[in-house]
């Protein structure tokens, strides 16, 4: 999503376009994998591979058929939310909705940094979002937890809870480092910050798992 809308409303020069089309591979790899668990989502990964096909990978100003990334993004939320609220997985789903716009946020921000762009609102932008995210993410996993309590008795449970939360903490701490040293933002901190930010989420959905 995050991608689509600098192709489209991103005033970006031809070689942070070409270099947007190169991180797309990237992320069929990615939906085919998760293709491996839900087929029906192979349909995504064919739209993203088509596209691919038909842009540029150095300097271009062509657009390319952004009506296939369109689709792709609408068939993408479309799986999500079934994922989240019409499947009979045993998964918090609060907690799950939630995360998908925080691990979707820094995913986002990995591809762009990746990418070379500079556009720097969407470098302000996306660590806020992050940081909204989180907080709405702590707050659903507050109100979930309290809605348990009677069964929190076990400490490993506790510990993990309390490790997640550090985990959060810390993940949106480094993925807003660039905003509060006003440095330039890299690839490393942000790939510190996804695997910060994916351990505290697996955390508290095993913990809160039917």
């Known amino acids: 999503m995050t991608i689509s809308l ?7 020069c031809p070689g942070q376009r070409g270099r947007l089309h190169k991180t797309l591979p990237a992320l069929c790899v990615l939906w085919l994998a998760i ?8 349909i995504i990964p064919i739209f993203l591979g ?15 058929p952004l009506w296939l990334f369109h689709l792709a993004n609408l068939f993408s939320f479309l799986i999500l939310m ?36 500079r556009l720097q609102a969407f470098h302000r932008l996306l660590p806020v979002a992050g940081v909204i995210s989180a907080i709405a ?5 507050l109100f979930e937890i309290n809605s348990i309590a009677f069964e929190l008795d076990d400490e490993t449970v506790v510990k993990q809870f309390l ?22 933002v890299s690839l490393a901190q942000l790939l510190v ?18």
């Open 6 to 12: 600098v192709l489209v409303k991103g005033d970006i």
């Open 35 to 42: 293709c491996l668990l839900y087929p029906y989502a192979l």
């Open 50 to 64: 088509y596209f691919f096909s038909q842009v540029q990978t150095k300097k271009t100003r062509e657009q390319g």
């Open 82 to 117: 079934f994922q989240v609220f019409g499947s009979g997985v045993a998964v918090n789903k609060p907690v799950l909705f939630v995360s998908l716009f925080l691990l979707g946020g820094i995913l986002g921000h990995c591809f762009l940094t990746q990418a070379k762009t």
């Open 137 to 141: 993410f702590s707050l659903v996993i």
């Open 163 to 184: 490790v997640s939360f550090l985990l959060l903490i810390a993940g949106v701490l480094v993925w807003c480092l660039h905003l509060m040293t006003s440095r330039k």
């Open 193 to 210: 910050t996804g695997v910060m930010l994916n351990l505290a989420v697996l955390l508290n959905l095993d913990n809160l798992t039917y």
